[in-house]
């Protein structure tokens, strides 16, 4: 399976349930090449530090950024990656082995 260059476009931290949210677009696929990722981007979402939830999606700009604000609404604040790593050391490793999975599964 070729690596893929996963770019973050948006990774959010809530708090009060410690809980992260996010969407990123696969580089190296075709579909994933615009500002908002195309047709395709992946959501994930995470207690920090427990089993990452993840699905692949159809959506446009206004689709993704409705779920944004919600996530902004209900007190997620935006984070880096490297933020994220910081308080979940092993996050990108996790992240490729449930993208592995999942694609193995068929379900993304």
Do not use: H
């Not at 994220?84 to 592995?100: Q, T």
Request: a positive charge.
């Amino acid at each position: 399976m070729e690596d893929r260059k996963l770019e973050f476009r948006w990774i959010g931290y809530c708090e009060a349930n410690n809980k992260v949210w996010g969407w990123f677009i696969d580089a190296n696929n075709p579909n994933s090449k615009n500002r908002y990722g195309g047709n395709e981007v992946y959501c994930f979402w995470s207690v920090v530090g427990k089993t990452i939830s993840l699905n692949k999606q159809r959506r446009n700009s206004w689709d993704i950024e409705a779920v944004q604000k919600k996530k902004i609404d209900n007190k997620y604040v935006q984070i880096t990656e490297d933020q994220l790593v910081e308080m979940w050391p092993d996050f990108r490793e996790s992240l490729a082995n449930r993208m592995i999975f999942a694609t193995l599964a068929g379900t993304i």
